[in-house]
């Protein structure tokens, strides 16, 4: 009922040091970062620090949900995912509720595949 309350699954990631420096190199560019799924999202999200993405291994239990503003991450590829999932919050939080019901209703007319192995969408 309440979306803060609940607890984000945790998972492991490595960035290598020559990810983190061309991310922070494009980002001081201000060249767009293009994120292929959401666990690299949730990834580059939590290795940022405020002020460039930090290599290493560490892990994340970030939930992104409508008013989490992104740092890294300005475009994405991703699935289309189940209805009510933590998914479609991360993916509302950074187009759009409205957009995401936009996208959905067309995949649906269109019969796309959804899950993992389905279609995807660019989100930017």
Same mark, same amino acid.
């Given at each position: 009922?309440?979306?803060?309350?609940?607890?984000?699954?945790?998972?492991? *990631?490595?960035?290598?040091?020559?990810?983190?420096?061309?991310?922070?190199?494009?980002?001081?560019?201000?060249?767009?970062?293009?994120?292929?799924?959401?666990?690299?999202?949730?990834?580059?999200?939590?290795?940022?620090?405020?002020?460039?993405?930090?290599?290493?291994?560490?892990?994340?239990?970030?939930? =992104? *949900?409508?008013? *989490?503003? %992104?740092?890294?991450?300005?475009?994405?590829?991703?699935?289309?995912?189940?209805?009510?999932?933590?998914?479609?919050?991360?993916?509302?939080? %950074?187009?759009?509720?409205?957009?995401?019901?936009?996208?959905?209703?067309?995949?649906?007319?269109?019969?796309?595949?959804? %899950?993992? *192995?389905?279609?995807? =969408?660019?989100?930017?």
């Amino acid at each position: 009922e309440n979306i803060e309350n609940h607890k984000m699954h945790e998972e492991w *990631y490595t960035i290598p040091v020559e990810t983190a420096e061309a991310i922070n190199k494009a980002k001081r560019e201000g060249r767009p970062v293009l994120a292929v799924g959401t666990t690299s999202v949730r990834t580059l999200e939590s290795a940022s620090d405020g002020k460039g993405v930090r290599a290493g291994t560490s892990s994340t239990s970030i939930f =992104m *949900y409508p008013g *989490y503003e %992104f740092k890294v991450v300005d475009k994405m590829f991703t699935n289309f995912h189940t209805p009510e999932s933590t998914l479609i919050m991360l993916v509302s939080a %950074f187009a759009g509720r409205e957009n995401i019901l936009n996208a959905y209703k067309t995949a649906v007319e269109n019969r796309y595949r959804f %899950f993992s *192995y389905g279609d995807c =969408m660019f989100i930017r």
